[in-house]
């Protein structure tokens, strides 16, 4: 059997003693033509994994910058079968690993084979639906076995033991660790418990683990990957699309993603 992009990467990295950079972008903010722009200029800039967030009209655990871009998204007209689109283009010119990040309610629509069937072929390496607990997965995780995506769940600070054994039994790729309660969003620091928090997730998972909500700076990032296998910057990165446009956004986002990744390596 192959080993999956993901694991690939996450393996390379190992090797190189360096942990992974996630960058998040919605897909088609502000259209998917730049969408697929951006995903080759992150990898340039020191990206390991995408994670692509499909716009949804009510995305509860985002905070404004988020639901934001997802506005602008769903207005220039995004949809899921013209996300799938993108990836298969990158393809042709890419293989970093790509995850779709969102919310149940337009993978239900689009039906769960037939979307794992689609996102599969169109290059796609794993899901995260963030209203969608371990427990009540199944119907979708099977599909996602059959056509070789991960299925990756959320980790919180107020996880139990049964949530925790939930994730390491039914995820795979990766687990995504939420730092801090509440929506998405810039933090000013790091949570003062996060380093036994990880610590706790790590014992009990064989996953990697990523750390994600609030990181938005070099030093953040730094400090987090002491522990974690790798950090998830979101916020940061779409404020930049809501601020620039064009060769500007271009410059920004390169020295922000090389920044972030320097502190990692």
Known sequence: ??????????????????????????????????????????????????????????????GPTIQLSSERALASGTTLPGILEVVSKVRARSQIP??????????????????????????????????????????LTVFA?????DVIFLLTPTSDSARISAVNRLGSGFVYYVTVTGVTGVRTSVSATLAEELIRVKRSVQLPVMAGFGISTAAQAAEVSQIADGVVVGSAIVKLFERYSGEELKEQLRQYVSLLKNALS
């Open 1 to 62: 059997m192959t080993m999956s992009r993901l694991a690939a990467r996450f393996s390379s990295l190992q090797k190189k003693q360096s942990k992974a950079l996630v960058t998040f972008i919605t897909a088609g903010d502000p259209d998917l033509a730049t969408t697929e722009t951006m995903i080759y200029l992150l990898e340039k800039a020191g990206a390991d994994i995408i994670e692509l967030g499909v716009p949804f009209s009510d995305p509860m655990a985002d």
């Open 98 to 139: 790509i995850i779709l990040m969102g919310y149940l309610n337009p993978v239900h629509a689009y039906g769960y084979e037939r979307f794992c069937r689609d996102a599969s072929e169109s290059g796609v390496d794993g899901i995260l639906l963030v209203d969608m607990p371990p427990e009540e997965s199944p119907e």
């Open 145 to 149: 076995r059959r056509y070789g995506l």
